[in-house]
T-cell receptor, first 109, second 114 residues
Framework: RKEVEQDPGPFNVPEGATVAFNCTYSNSASQSFFWYRQDCRKEPKLLMSVYSSGNEDGRFTAQLNRASQYISLLIRDSKLSDSATYLCVVNSGNTPLVFGKGTRLSVIA | NAGVMQNPRHLVRRRGQEARLRCSPMKGHSHVYWYRQLPEEGLKFMVYLQKENIIDESGMPKERFSAEFPKEGPSILRIQQVVRGDSAAYFC????????????FGPGTRLTVL
């Protein structure tokens, strides 16, 4: 089983739509969780950290379910500029960051 | 406040040559990480360094690859006798502390081996 698994997509959604991505991780000792965004041929950029209680940043909501070892990202009112690859990232504290392969999102006008 | 800087942004080498990739961490950061991203693949951890020390190199290939982070100057990832399979994007990241601290990425170096 891969350490961090994501549906690669692509998710093709119209502008204004709500879209959700899921991610599962295998290491139950994982402590920190992040969503990064990567545009084509660019570096990953931190989108948001994921907290146990769930957290929201504008149109973006992240959820963590430790029991199921599952992380989600919800994007409301999708914009064309949201088109990118979204990377689920997990950290166990004393180990390197582990990246999922990413989920590709295309928002269509 | 400059972010993580990497150079060169693009590097072309012929098989058998050496590649040197440089990374200057964000100001105030003393922890540097190198990652490799092959085409259509996710980022894979290679090595974690602090000043003058390699802390974790569990992701580094055993041969031809080395990394350093000297007391003065940037961190360097060195690939000797490059092969076509080394063609990839190499990203450097830095953080203020180790552990669960957020890592910030540089723009990457795209290595092409002819």
């Amino acid at each position: 089983r891969k350490e961090v698994e994501q549906d690669p997509g692509p998710f093709n959604v119209p502008e204004g739509a709500t879209v959700a991505f899921n991610c599962t991780y295998s290491n139950s000792a994982s402590q920190s969780f992040f969503w990064y965004r990567q545009d084509c041929r660019k570096e990953p950029k931190l989108l948001m950290s994921v907290y146990s209680s769930g957290n929201e940043d504008g149109r973006f909501t992240a959820q963590l379910n430790r029991a199921s070892q599952y992380i989600s990202l919800l994007i409301r009112d999708s914009k064309l500029s949201d088109s990118a690859t979204y990377l689920c990232v997990v950290n166990s504290g004393n180990t390197p960051l582990v990246f999922g392969k990413g989920t590709r999102l295309s928002v269509i006008a | 406040n400059a972010g993580v800087m990497q150079n060169p942004r693009h590097l072309v080498r012929r098989r058998g040559q050496e590649a040197r990739l440089r990374c200057s961490p964000m100001k105030g950061h003393s922890h540097v990480y190198w990652y490799r991203q092959l085409p259509e693949e996710g980022l894979k951890f290679m090595v974690y360094l602090q000043k003058e020390n390699i802390i974790d190199e569990s992701g580094m290939p055993k041969e031809r690859f080395s990394a350093e982070f000297p007391k003065e100057g940037p961190s360097i990832l060195r690939i000797q006798q490059v092969v076509r399979g080394d063609s990839a994007a190499y990203f450097c990241a830095s953080s203020y502390t180790w552990g669960t601290d957020t890592q910030y990425f540089g723009p990457g170096t795209r290595l092409t081996v002819l």
